[in-house]
């Protein structure tokens, strides 16, 4: 009787398809769902759509190196400023950011397409020598986002070649004060080299929280009316 019971199905074939979302949906609008969303549309409108301030290009984040991944890295640098803290550098994880910004006016929703993790920004201290073990980690995983000064050499087999921060070898007997997320602190990414972190400072206020401090940066070069802007400058390249 038990074994009348069980089921005889298996799996004979997984298929995929992608299906593209673009504007040819807004041409056969679905009436009852419009009447559903309605209601909420103001409120969730006027949460994101207000504009932090602009952005000179189209940024996207990609490895070895990226617009989109060195500009997060450098604000975090800019973000420690705030808690009176100077930053030697700092990283930021290419598979954290989950979008792009596009030209011009940047909303908080924008931000909140490439940050959406409740993540917040941290401050730590690694040695020279830890220091060069996540330079080795990094460049395993072919590249993360890291700030303006540091300039790694890795070859095509993530091996590290070479590690300079501001045009200097990287003492092995110093400590160097970091800036980056608490996610990556806790050694996620396989960024193992943070697990050997002292001194580390991550306030965990909801303000503290990553995408806040890319807003603030916005706001302020938009009070210093700047456009945001960020390039490609050769901080990770592959040999």
Not at 12 to 33: F, G, V
Not at 66 to 91: C, H, M, Q, R, T
Not at 127 to 152: D, P, R
Not at 174 to 198: C, E, M, P, V, W
């Amino acid at each position: 009787m038990a074994s009348s019971c069980r089921s005889h199905y298996g799996l004979s074939s997984i298929e995929r398809t992608r299906i593209l979302i673009d504007k040819r949906y807004d041409a056969m609008p679905d009436n009852e769902a419009q009447h559903f969303i309605a209601p909420y549309k103001g409120q969730v409108d006027s949460i994101m759509s207000p504009v932090a301030g602009s952005i000179d290009h189209y940024m996207a984040a990609h490895r070895p190196e990226s617009d989109l991944s060195n500009l997060l890295a450098d604000i975090l640098v800019w973000g420690a400023g705030k808690f009176n803290e100077k930053a030697d550098f700092a990283v930021y994880n290419i598979g954290g950011i989950r979008a792009g910004f596009a030209k011009g006016k940047v909303t908080y929703g924008d931000v909140l397409d490439v940050a959406p993790f409740e993540n917040k920004i941290c401050l730590l201290t690694l040695s020279g020598e830890k220091v060069m073990e996540l330079f080795q980690n990094i460049a395993a995983v072919k590249g993360e986002g890291v700030s303006h000064g540091v300039q790694l050499v890795i070859t095509r087999d993530g091996k590290l070649k070479s590690a300079l921060l501001n045009g200097k070898e990287i003492d092995l007997k110093a400590d160097y004060r970091i800036s980056t997320l608490d996610y990556l602190a806790q050694g996620n990414d396989k960024l193992d080299a943070f697990k050997a972190k002292t001194n580390m400072f991550s306030p965990q206020d909801k303000e503290n929280d990553v995408r806040f401090i890319i807003m603030d940066y916005f706001r302020e070069k938009a009070k210093q009316g700047e456009v945001v802007n960020s390039k490609v400058e050769g901080r990770i390249t592959i040999e």
